[in-house]
């Protein structure tokens, strides 16, 4: 049972297989002179508009796809590209980020997984 490879999604320029959903969050990122004065007024030092935060899930995926995805990954930093709901198709340098996954069986397919998570945080 394998999953499609996307045309998309891709670790240092290498398909990866078709997620089953990919948010993805824009974070902006606020400086040490951001909070309310006295009055109440917020008040927002930005330094960065928008780092990229892309959570990867797999309703299932096979052993051998997640673990070329993970094998990929374990490295201090690597390239992600995506689809970008502004910008659309970009790509973004990333770090290592924990990976959450359940056994599904250990027989079929060589192991199945399922409601595996995978996050891709912009550096």
């Not at 824009?26 to 309310?36: Q, S």
Request: glycine share 8%.
């Amino acid at each position: 049972m394998e999953r499609p490879m996307s045309s998309i999604y891709k670790i240092d320029g290498k398909p990866i297989p078709e997620p089953s959903g990919a948010p993805v969050e824009i974070i902006p990122l606020e400086g040490p002179r951001t909070g309310r004065n006295r009055n109440g007024t917020m008040h927002i030092e930005l330094i960065h508009n928008g780092k990229r935060k892309v959570t990867l899930s797999y309703d299932y995926i096979s052993q051998e796809q997640l673990s070329d995805i993970l094998v990929a990954i374990n490295k201090q930093y690597f390239t992600f590209t995506f689809l970008d709901p502004e910008k659309g198709v970009i790509v973004i340098e990333c770090y290592k980020t924990p990976s959450k996954s359940t056994l599904y069986h250990g027989v079929l397919y060589g192991g199945l997984w399922r409601d595996v998570t995978i996050s891709m945080i912009e550096r």
